[in-house]
Every structure is written in C-alpha cells, then in structure tokens.
C-alpha cells in the first residue's frame, strides 16, 4: 500500500521553463509535506515543506502547492536550470516533529540546456 | 557545520553474516532517523531514535535493529543477511523539535552476496 505516490518517474523540460512535480497521498492523517533533491552517490537534501494549514510556501524559485482535498501536492521550479536535474522526492508525516517520513518512488528531472 | 557522517561508505557481505552501520549526527540533533533505498521499493523508513529511545520503527523484520547513545551517536545493525538486503541505508538527523527537516547522511551501501 504507497500511501504517497510520484506517478511520474520521469519528466524533461528546457532551461528556463517550469518544471513541475506531481505527488499524490492517500493517508489523511498526514499533515506535513516535504521535497527533496537527490543526486547519484548523494543523500536527499531538503527542498522545501508545507504544513496543511497552508495552501503554498514559497522559496526562491521553489513553490510548493497543496490541494487537501484532493491529496495532491505539487513542486514548482522557476525557471528550471540544468544544475537542477536530479531525483525529486516527495514525502509526507503525522505531524513535523518526527523522523518518520514517507517517501514517494520520486521523479527523475532533466533540465536540457 | 559538519554533517552527518556514515561509515562505511560501501561493504560486502555474505548471505547469513551480520553487519553494523554507523551514524554520527550532525552536532546538536537528538533525533536520527534510518531508511533504506533499494530501486524497487525507494526510500523506506526503518526506525527513528530520540534522546536514546526509540520513537518509530517501520515494518521491517526484527533482524534489522538499532540503538542510539548519550552522544546521539547511532548504529543500526542487520543480522543472517539475505539477498534482498542489498541497498543503500541512510541516516539522518533532525533537532527533534518542530520543523521537520530530516538531514541526510551520504549513506551506507551494502551488498550482500
């Protein structure tokens, strides 16, 4: 049962434009919401979160969505740049004070330049 | 500001023996988390270790083990390894407080043969 789902495994976009991540979560219980960037040989390093109080975050050109009642967040990135390219997870908590994270299978994002 | 450190990087073992992975935090943070990324099944939480208790454990079998010390210090032990535990197995480390933010170690890659 993969409570936090990226049905993309792949997405390719051209410098400069938007690049867009999709996660979708079936657990209702969750109520945190974080991106991580993952490169080969690397551990994930943080993005960016959401609390469920809140509808967007903001950080540079990283934004992050969410849609409660559809279970459906999204990662915005603005413009895109070649350097970006790498493997995106999503993840998901009960609560933001846990180790316990969720993470979806993430999305492989090429950047051409 | 160092970061979380894992040793070894890589190890090879063979199927029944045991292995002990180890995670120094980064200083400061009382919560250390571990995962294991395996292609197939992505990135998986194992267990969660706070101020020397453990906090949460995922669904793993109980020959994956762990233990946290006074220093926040953790190792995470596997025992009679099979086949299938091949991965990378990260740590990571948080304040425990709010905020969420898992910090990640480059990990640990076992092969078991």
């Known amino acids: 049962d993969q409570q936090v789902k990226q049905n993309s495994p792949s997405l390719s976009v051209q410098e400069g434009r938007i690049s867009i991540l999709n996660c979708d979560y079936t657990?209702?219980?969750?109520?945190?919401f974080l991106w991580y960037k993952k490169y080969p040989a690397e551990g994930p390093t943080f993005l960016i979160s959401?609390?469920?109080?809140?509808d967007k975050n903001e950080d540079g050109r990283f934004t992050v969505f969410l849609n409660k009642s559809a279970k459906h967040l999204s990662l915005h990135i603005v413009p895109s740049q070649p350097g970006d390219s790498a493997v995106y997870f999503c993840?998901?908590?009960?609560?933001?004070?846990?180790?316990?994270?969720?993470f979806g299978q993430g999305t492989t994002l090429q950047v051409k330049p | 500001k160092a970061g979380v450190t894992q040793t070894p990087r890589y190890l090879i073992k063979t199927r029944g023996q045991q292995v002990t992975l180890s995670c120094s935090p980064i200083?400061?943070?009382?919560?250390v988390s571990w995962y294991q990324q395996t292609p197939g099944q992505g990135l998986q939480f194992l267990f969660e270790y706070f101020s020397e208790t453990q906090r949460n454990k995922g669904n793993f079998p109980g020959r994956f083990s762990g233990r946290q010390f006074s220093n926040s210090r953790s190792e995470m032990n596997v025992s009679t390894l099979e086949l299938g535990d091949s991965a990378l197995y990260l740590c990571a480390s948080s304040q425990g407080a709010l905020g969420g933010e898992l910090f990640f170690g480059e990990g640990s890659r076992l092969t078991v043969l």
């Open positions: 959401i609390s469920s109080i809140k």
């Open positions: 993840a998901a908590s009960s609560g933001s004070n846990t180790g316990k994270l969720i």
């Open positions: 657990n209702s219980m969750f109520d945190y």
């Open positions: 200083s400061g943070h009382r919560s």
